[in-house]
């Protein structure tokens, strides 16, 4: 018997119709993640949702321009992140988080480099789904330098899942009740200054303009994270970005990626969950030994260390160490050292490490895969 979902196709349904399919999937696939409590319930909705509709032959497209406001954004929010205690835990000890934020970031290369090697995925793509960045930041980045940005978010969301819940597991066994602070909407509908909040969107899209102007690669993510930050930690700008504008632009986010998947790609990836996951859980268990050797050398705390170098998922980190009463900014500073190390070193490292995995291939540019 044939399946109704077989022949089942958006292409001829309306926009208007096509796009409240969509919003309601998002809603209510993002609304269930986020009453689990996973990191980036919303963005993870909405890649899904728009990956099924785009399955069925969806055509709704989201505009260059509000793909370019998501970018600074997450720009703007991984800004807000690095507060002063921050920098200044990473300038106290830098060596040692320079090192530290290295083992994981080598550790993270050589299992991307084996994806490349055995051709599970294409080109600089097994790369870009490997580092461990920030995985929104890392979709962006990759798509601008070439790779698959489908598979990348498949890989990178599918890292940042399985981190965020066998981190979870063991903080609640190491200290019971934590994670279980902050509600889904805690904090949505906190008072706005929309005077700050005008002066942020103004000088964060205003720096993706120009960076987009100027051709910098990456540069609509880059460019607001940098100045928003120099900003910020100066004392002239208090970056004010509302969880409800920052659930849209997860959205958003999370639409440009999902369109691009065709039933070919989400079978391929489907083809290759197996060794993803594997890969994943060996980086896991790489990097709990490496959290034991930084606990022996800096006599911090176990779960502490093991935090600070959980390999993704800085959001879900940044509230399990909160609710199990650790040292924050020893785990933030480390997680942010790592990130912005990816930024920097990631297009280098991808071009390298593609390259030598695969030499007869042009490093800059993946095969692509419809």
Same mark, same amino acid.
């Given at each position: 018997m044939t399946s109704p979902l077989k022949d089942f196709s958006f292409r001829d349904r309306g926009l208007p119709v096509q796009w409240t399919a969509l919003l309601a999937l998002t809603v209510l696939l993002g609304g269930a993640l986020a009453l689990l409590r996973l990191p980036a319930g919303l963005l993870l909705g909405a890649i899904v949702a728009a990956a099924a509709l785009s399955a069925f032959e969806a055509r709704v497209q989201v505009s !260059?321009? /509000?793909? *370019?406001?998501?970018? @600074?954004?997450? #720009? #703007?929010m991984?800004?807000?992140?690095? !507060?002063? /205690?921050?920098l200044h835990e990473m300038t106290r000890d830098w060596p040692l988080f320079l090192a530290a934020a290295f083992s994981v970031i080598a550790a993270s290369a050589l299992f991307g480099w084996l994806l490349a090697k055995w051709r599970l995925f294409p080109g600089t793509t097994a790369i870009w789904g490997a580092l461990p960045g920030a995985a929104s930041a890392m979709v962006v980045m990759a %798509? /601008?330098? #070439? @790779? %698959?940005?489908? &598979?990348?978010a498949f890989m990178q969301y &599918?890292?940042? &899942? *399985?981190?965020a819940l066998v981190a979870s597991v063991i903080a609640r066994l190491w200290a019971p009740g934590a994670g279980a602070g902050a509600g889904p909407l805690d904090g949505f509908f906190a008072p706005v200054s929309w005077s700050a909040f005008a002066a942020t969107l103004a000088i964060l899209l205003g720096a993706a303009l120009l960076a987009r102007r100027l051709r910098v690669p990456a540069g609509p993510l880059l460019a607001p994270l940098f100045i928003g930050a120099l900003l910020q930690d100066s004392g002239l700008l208090t970056l004010e970005l509302p969880r409800p504008f920052l659930a849209l632009n997860y959205a958003i986010l999370g639409w440009s990626v999902g369109q691009r998947f065709a039933r070919p790609i989400l079978l391929h990836a489907l083809k290759t969950l197996p060794t993803t996951l594997a890969s994943v859980v060996a980086l896991i268990a790489l990097c709990a030994g490496l959290s034991a050797a930084l606990a022996t050398i800096t006599h911090i705390d176990p779960m502490t260390a093991y935090l600070a170098m959980s390999p993704g998922g800085i959001d879900a980190v940044a509230i399990i160490a909160v609710s199990a009463k650790l040292d924050l900014p020893f785990v933030m500073a480390l997680q942010t050292a790592r990130v912005l190390m990816v930024i920097l070193i990631g297009p280098a490292l991808a071009r390298f490490l593609s390259g030598a995995?695969?030499? /007869?291939?042009?490093? !800059?540019? %993946?095969?692509?895969i419809d």
């Open positions: !260059t321009n /509000a793909f *370019l406001m998501a970018q @600074a954004v997450i #720009g #703007g991984i800004a807000q992140k690095m !507060t002063p /205690a921050i %798509d /601008a330098y #070439g @790779a %698959d940005m489908r &598979l990348v &599918l890292r940042v &899942l *399985l981190v995995a695969k030499p /007869a291939m042009a490093p !800059t540019q %993946d095969p692509v």
